[in-house]
């Protein structure tokens, strides 16, 4: 998987294209919650459940389908008034952010693969390419040399991308706002 500092990264960078003046700061955190929320599953580790098991680590809860429950549960829970974002934007949103984080864990080189189309098939699931290291499971682990290779890893292939995102969104907002020059 990727860490849980790289989902949240891959979120922030996701609200920049959804970013309207006045809307909350906590729909932000909520959009970085959901992308973390699919980790979760490896408290399953402590209950018997296996990896590869439907609810086991990148199962159920790394699919497009708990993105969409995810995403739809969230979007009703979050008292906005209508002026402030569309419900389509913030599901859309919320749901870009929990995909996301399969999405990633995809492009790991670990693990037993990403369940995307769980619960109609559990066939587990990497992208061809797959530059991210895995990040080792449980906060101890994380902090050793390893963590830190990991999180090298995740600068070049999720951090920086992430914020030349954030720079082309904000580009195309000034050069949206800005007028015309007439000649």
């Not at 296996?50 to 008292?79: C, E, K, M, N, Q």
């Not at 992208?127 to 890893?153: C, E, K, M, N, Y």
Request: proline share 5%; hydrophobic share 55%.
């Amino acid at each position: 998987m990727a860490s849980v500092l790289s989902h949240a990264v891959a979120a922030s960078a996701m609200s920049a294209a959804f970013y309207r003046p006045r809307l909350p700061k906590f729909v932000w955190m909520a959009g970085i919650a959901c992308s973390v929320i699919p980790d979760f599953d490896v408290i399953g580790f402590r209950f018997g459940i296996r990896y590869g098991d439907f609810w086991g680590h990148r199962g159920f809860t790394h699919s497009l389908v708990f993105a969409a429950l995810l995403a739809g549960i969230v979007t009703i829970a979050i008292p906005l008034r209508r002026s402030q974002i569309h419900c389509a934007s913030l599901f859309a949103y919320l749901f870009l952010a929990t995909a996301s984080h399969g999405l990633l864990d995809a492009m790991t080189n670990g693990g037993l693969g990403v369940a995307f189309f769980s619960p109609f098939d559990n066939t587990r699931y990497f992208l061809p390419w797959r530059p991210i290291r895995v990040s080792p499971i449980g906060v101890t682990r994380f902090f050793s040399d390893r963590g830190l290779a990991v999180l090298q890893s995740e600068m070049l292939w999720i951090w920086l991308p992430s914020m030349l995102v954030i720079v082309a969104v904000m580009v195309l907002r000034i050069s949206r706002a800005r007028p015309a020059v007439s000649g």
